[in-house]
């Protein structure tokens, strides 16, 4: 979910601190969201 996605700013505020404060779970998104837009400019 991205925050452009969110009804109200309060709907992503525990996923976004998840990913601030673990490292991991961040490396993971920012790989996925590199793949799907990867995948959209070439379709």
Same mark, same amino acid.
């Given at each position: 979910?991205? !925050? #452009?996605? =969110? /009804?109200?700013?309060? /709907? @992503? %505020? +525990? !996923?976004? #601190?998840?990913?601030? +404060? =673990? !490292?991991? @779970?961040? *490396? *993971?998104?920012? &790989?996925?969201?590199? %793949?799907? &837009? /990867?995948?959209? #400019?070439?379709?």
């Amino acid at each position: 979910m991205t !925050p #452009a996605e =969110c /009804d109200r700013e309060s /709907d @992503c %505020l +525990g !996923p976004r #601190a998840h990913l601030v +404060g =673990c !490292p991991a @779970c961040r *490396e *993971e998104y920012e &790989s996925l969201h590199a %793949l799907v &837009s /990867d995948e959209q #400019a070439t379709s």
